[in-house]
């Protein structure tokens, strides 16, 4: 009995190390595999609880895959991207597209507009912003979306509901994707609504000219360039859409902000944008809040290039006219699609050619505003109270 209990003894002792170095590397390993997508999920957790001082310096380094979206704790990714990270060099810019879900005919126009190899030649590359599908959505399911995705890789989708007034998520979680994903990958960002309709090639040549003639501010995180609205004051009719109480924002003037139709900005600026949005209160509009009261906070200028935005779709349609017939350069670079989701397309394919220098300046008294009668149907978005001018009655 005592020489079995002996012999036995280092046998048992030998395995129960085996054992314990097995569980040990196992729940290792697991960790690190539920883990690996995301760098700092798990200091993400200590992170919450941190006062919010500290939280600050490191939110911008939260993993893209998971990890807290403002005040959305389970936030999470329905489609994730890689976009950034695949890319086989430094590219010129990311551009980030707000897209309702639904949306998947507009996605097709920027894309037949322009592939994703295209933009790839020109170091560009495309992701559209999506949230969950809504109940109420009809048309179009969460297993076509994954369809979409595979086929095309270019969407992002959070888990929160699309609706417009989450869009402040949504814009967050694309600056933030941006950020992260696309440190030392790309040099600007592009923000734009898949409604919209932009001038590709000129916003390129833009930025290309900027990293020459002003280095500093190209790569600073000071940049936010775009159609800038001036300070208005809220709307406070509860019939309006963009009804603001004086709970959601309690000052008499909004500061000046981006129209989110389109801007640009780079890594550095946005990784500010989002570490700040973190620590201020949420604010539902989301294009003052971001490029106006958080922008605010950090003291950035904005850059103006309101002269490249047409309030309307009309002048865009006459472009396009005009450069098919006469190859008349546009005045305008950016604008609204007019619910006509092939103009992008025919602008696109029109405009091309202007960047092989086959395009004439307008010649005087064939300005846009001579040729073309547009009737402004949507104007720049504007989400105060223009200036009422008093009419004098007679
Ligand atoms: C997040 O904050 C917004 C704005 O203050 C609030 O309306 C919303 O209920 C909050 N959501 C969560 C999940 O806490
Ligand atoms: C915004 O998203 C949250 C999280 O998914 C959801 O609970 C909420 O209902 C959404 N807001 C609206 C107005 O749909």
């Known amino acids: 009995m005592r020489m079995r209990g002996r012999r ?13 170095l097995c569980i040990s590397y196992f729940s290792n390993h697991l960790h690190e595999s539920s883990s690996s997508s995301s760098s700092s999920e798990e200091s993400d957790e200590f992170l919450v609880h941190l006062p919010d001082g500290e939280s600050e310096a490191t939110t911008v380094a939260n993993g893209p895959q998971a990890g807290p979206l403002l005040n959305l704790t389970d936030f999470a990714y329905l489609l994730p991207s890689n976009v950034c990270r695949s890319a086989d060099k430094e590219l010129l810019a990311v551009l980030i ?79 933030r994707w941006a950020a992260t994903e696309c440190e030392r990958r790309a040099k600007f960002i592009i923000k734009l609504d898949d409604d919209i309709i932009y001038d590709v090639f000129h916003l390129r040549r833009y930025l290309e000219s900027l990293e020459v003639s002003q280095p500093t501010l190209a790569t600073s995180n000071t940049l936010l360039a775009g159609y800038v609205l001036d300070a208005k004051p809220p709307i406070r009719l509860r019939a309006n859409k963009w009804f603001v109480t004086r709970q959601e924002y309690p000052h008499a003037l909004y500061p ?8 640009i900005t780079n890594v550095p600026t946005a990784a500010r944008l989002v570490a700040e949005a973190e620590r201020l209160p949420i604010f539902w509009i989301d ?24 309030p309307n779709s009309e002048n865009l349609d006459c472009c396009v006219r005009d450069l098919k017939m006469h190859n008349f350069e546009c005045e305008y670079s950016v604008g609204p699609n007019g619910a006509d989701a092939k103009l992008l397309i025919e ?48």
């Open 97 to 175: 597209v707000t897209s309702y879900g639904g949306h998947d005919s507009l996605r097709a126009a920027h894309r037949q507009a322009i592939p994703q190899s295209k933009l790839a030649e020109m170091g560009l590359q495309r992701i559209f912003l999506l949230a969950a599908l809504p109940k109420r959505e009809r048309f179009l399911t969460q297993a076509q979306l994954v369809s979409e995705q595979t086929r095309f890789g270019d969407l992002l989708q959070g888990n929160f509901i699309e609706d417009y007034r989450n869009l402040s998520y949504k814009h967050v979680m694309g600056l």
């Open 347 to 394: 602008f696109l394919h029109n405009v091309e050619k202007c960047y092989f220098d086959e395009c004439i300046k307008r010649p005087p008294g064939k300005s846009l505003k001579q040729t073309c009668v547009a009737a402004v149907k949507h104007p720049v978005p504007e989400h105060g109270v223009a200036q009422v001018k008093a009419l004098k009655l007679r």
């Open 256 to 263: 000046a902000y981006l129209s989110g139709w389109l801007y």
């Open 8 to 20: 036995l003894l280092p046998i048992v002792l030998s395995l129960l190390i085996i054992i314990l």
């Open 287 to 310: 294009d003052t809040w971001l490029t106006g009261v958080v922008r605010q906070q950090l003291g950035i200028p904005l850059k103006r290039h309101n002269d490249w935005f047409s």
